[in-house]
């Protein structure tokens, strides 16, 4: 029988199939056992720690009989985030108003980004094709449709899922810190002060926006603090333009 080709596996791989005609024992792994266990390596160790001998090497397995499973660890990442996308559509659509409903399943996109930081080092599924992916587009253009039409909805989802991906990005990297913590920021606005003796006359609009407090924090880490105001505020400001 001739070989399939890796499209046809990766499908049969998103929805949870081997390839067919397979002789001998019958596998002891599944599909989910593998995708299962690299899902738990990223969210502790990030994307770079998941490759196919790591990933076999914690299963027990040789990395060979990982191939029966995903031909390439390509294909092992596209049906990884098609799993992970099982918990947006996990609950319902929440009741309310079509704003209310869009911003509810916004949200929802962002947290489980922020849960499992790795789906950002990773643009797109290769196909589109797997279940949960498949669902969550169906939740939300369903969603979207009803206040939305055609070509109108499709290019809302998208530049939604480009805004939330963007706006989480952002949150993370300020819970990282980069080492910009709260004496590093005293230490250096004392620098600042004594170095550049006007700023209140070189920088009149930052000096005015400052003095009206658009710059505080809650009194916690001011960069993780103001990346989820961003959010919060660029969602409001995003679907303000819509309807």
């Known amino acids: 029988m001739a070989c399939e080709s890796r499209p046809r596996r990766l499908v049969r791989a998103l929805w ?18 593998v995708v299962v266990r690299a899902v738990e390596l990223a969210d502790r160790d990030g994307l770079g720690a998941v490759s196919m001998r790591s990933l076999a090497r914690s299963l027990g397995y040789s990395t060979m009989a990982l191939y029966t499973y995903v031909a390439t660890r390509d294909d092992l990442i596209s049906v990884m985030l098609d799993h992970a996308m099982a918990e947006l559509t996990a609950e319902p659509v929440p009741d309310g108003s079509w704003r209310e409903q869009v911003e509810a399943l ?112 809650d009194g916690g880490d001011y960069l993780e603090f103001e990346a989820r105001r961003a959010f919060e505020h660029g969602l409001a400001r995003l679907l303000d ?3």
């Open 241 to 243: 333009g819509l309807r």
């Open 16 to 33: 949870g199939e081997t390839a067919p005609g397979t002789r001998g024992p019958k596998p002891t792994l599944n599909v989910d056992d």
């Open 106 to 217: 916004a949200r929802r996109n962002w947290e489980w980004c922020l849960r499992h930081p790795w789906v950002l080092e990773q643009e797109h599924l290769r196909t589109g094709l797997g279940p949960n992916e498949l669902a969550a587009a169906e939740q939300m253009l369903g969603v979207l449709s009803e206040g939305l039409a055609g070509a109108d909805a499709v290019l809302t989802w998208q530049a939604l899922t480009s805004f939330v991906r963007g706006s989480a990005r952002r949150v993370l990297a300020a819970a990282d810190g980069g080492g910009w913590d709260g004496a590093w920021w005293e230490d250096a606005v004392g620098a600042f002060e004594e170095i550049v003796p006007d700023p209140s006359e070189r920088f009149p609009v930052l000096t005015r926006l400052r003095a009206e407090g658009a710059f505080d924090g």
